[in-house]
């Protein structure tokens, strides 16, 4: 299982002439405003204050990149879906984010967020679409866990499974994780899980060369 030494922010980016010199493997997450995206960062990272909690939804736009172990990055994607962002910020949003996703980068695997007691949202499903067309290794993690009676949690993870079995046999989907940072469920599975799709986005790289 991999173990998180050093966690730090090492800067946001507005603009893709701004990634980080030093290309290191990454681990994206991605969701809309409000589904716990900030509190699994530093859950993962075992930090109380880590990832910057914004107090206006929506408003970090910027693509954060914090750097792990002094090995690799977390990259934050900016929150969506937040109702109150005009329609030009909305398509500036979308515009960075499909460029990060095909720019062709080292991203070694993505956590799609999404709420256990919700469906995944339109713009969910269209990240989903590019995670699997740019052929992105994904995770869906189901977050807030512990709002959900298990009985409850286990009916919706199955729904989850039978819905996305395509994009779990045939597409880039590698696994479905109920995460809750009250009970802690979810935090080994996913530190196992990256510590795996680090390990193989290094072998791939070295049979490139
Ligand atoms: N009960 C519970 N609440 C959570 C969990 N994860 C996040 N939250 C709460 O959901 C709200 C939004 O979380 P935040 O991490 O700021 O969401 P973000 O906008 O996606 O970064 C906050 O009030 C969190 O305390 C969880 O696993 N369980
Ligand atoms: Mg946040």
């Known amino acids: 299982m991999l173990k998180?030494?050093?966690a730090e922010f090492?800067?946001?980016v507005a603009d893709l002439r701004q990634l980080p010199k030093n290309e290191?493997?990454?681990i994206l997450y991605i969701g809309r405003s409000n589904v716990g995206k900030s509190s699994?960062?530093?859950k993962v990272c075992g930090r109380k204050s880590l990832a910057r909690s914004s107090s206006t939804?929506?408003?970090?736009?910027e693509i954060n990149y914090y750097i792990i172990n002094n090995a690799f990055y977390f990259v934050d994607l900016p929150g969506y879906g937040y109702a109150k962002v005009p329609e030009q910020m909305r398509a500036g949003w979308k515009r960075l984010i499909e460029d990060f996703l095909k720019r062709g980068g080292p991203i070694a695997l993505a956590m799609q967020l999404i709420d256990?007691?919700?469906?995944?949202t339109p713009l969910d499903l269209m990240m989903m679409d590019w995670l699997d067309y740019y052929e992105i290794p994904y995770l869906l993690v189901l977050t807030k866990a512990d709002k959900l009676p298990a009985s409850k949690l286990t009916k919706q993870l199955d729904a989850y499974k039978v819905r996305f079995n395509n994009q779990l046999?045939?597409?880039?989907?590698?696994g479905i994780i109920p995460f809750s940072i009250m009970t802690g469920e979810g935090r080994s599975d996913l530190l196992k899980l990256i510590a795996v799709h680090l390990e193989q986005a290094h072998h791939l790289k070295k049979e490139a060369v």
Request: charged share 25%.
């Open 169 to 174: 046999t045939e597409g880039s989907c590698r």
């Open 57 to 61: 939804p929506g408003k970090t736009r």
């Open 116 to 120: 256990s007691r919700q469906e995944p």
């Open 4 to 6: 998180i030494n050093t």
């Open 10 to 12: 090492l800067q946001g």
């Open 40 to 42: 699994l960062l530093n």
């Open 24 to 26: 290191l493997q990454e």
